[in-house]
């Protein structure tokens, strides 16, 4: 089957540092990508989002790039905070019997910022 | 506006008993979902309902139901708990197609 996955479970960086997390995707169907940021306790948080037709989209702070290519995703973080600490997950829109917008997400990153 | 209310926050359930988590938005979308969230699998899509008085299965919806009378409450009943579905529940909205869904804080459900 097809799925959204990550290459790595945790990333680690010094405050101040960009950070880059990765996401392959293998639904070539799938148009529409969302970054998610989820910190203990609570709901998924949207982040960023980017559609097929893009390469890359700019958010205060934060780039996703889409590779449509190699079917690969990825979030950049310019000058890491300690608030950003969390898990990111990516998601590509995929329907279920032509519903408007079932998410598909990865498993997750886990993003730890050194002070 | 406070976007998506789930309940109860968290339950502890006895197996076999019949539970309903609820849901509501007061934002006016057309589309929900119930989701689960588990540790190393990510967030699961459990059912979805378009519109109301429609729904759907997602990946994961053997041993649950969901029901949508209206646009705002979207609740998921679980008929007959098992431990397996110990996990923590969120529910999503989602307005136009292809925009970000909204999630709720979460229900963390333990089955003993």
């Known amino acids: 089957g097809e799925s959204v996955g990550l290459h790595l479970p945790t990333l680690s960086v010094q405050e101040g540092d960009n950070s880059i997390i990765n996401c392959a995707y293998s639904?070539?169907?799938?148009?529409?990508f969302i970054w998610y940021k989820q910190e203990s306790g609570k709901g998924p948080q949207f982040i960023i989002d980017?559609?097929?037709?893009?390469d890359k989209r700019q958010g205060q702070r934060v780039t996703v790039l889409l590779n449509k290519t190699v079917k690969h995703l990825s979030l950049q973080i310019a000058a890491t905070q300690p608030g950003d600490s969390a898990v990111y997950f990516c998601?590509?829109?995929?329907?279920?019997?032509?519903?408007?917008?079932?998410?598909?997400f990865g498993k997750g990153t886990k993003l730890s910022v050194k002070p | 506006i406070a976007g998506i209310t789930q309940a109860p926050t968290s339950q502890i359930l006895a197996a076999g008993r019949r539970m309903t988590l609820r849901c509501t938005q007061d934002?006016?979308?057309?589309?929900m979902y119930w989701y689960r969230q588990d540790l190393g699998l990510g967030l699961r899509l459990i059912h979805y309902?378009?519109?109301?008085?429609?729904?759907g299965k997602g990946e994961v919806p053997d041993g649950y139901s969901v029901s949508r009378a209206n646009t705002d409450d979207f609740p998921l009943t679980l008929a007959s708990a098992v431990p397996s579905q110990t996990s923590v529940y969120f529910c999503?909205?989602?307005?136009?197609?292809?925009?970000?869904?909204?999630f709720g804080q979460g229900t963390r459900l333990t089955v003993v």
């Open positions: 999503a909205s989602s307005g136009e197609m292809n925009t970000e869904a909204f």
């Open positions: 639904n070539s169907a799938s148009d529409y």
């Open positions: 980017i559609r097929s037709n893009m």
């Open positions: 998601a590509e829109n995929i329907g279920y019997g032509g519903s408007q917008g079932n998410l598909i």
């Open positions: 934002m006016r979308h057309n589309a």
């Open positions: 309902s378009n519109t109301a008085g429609t729904t």
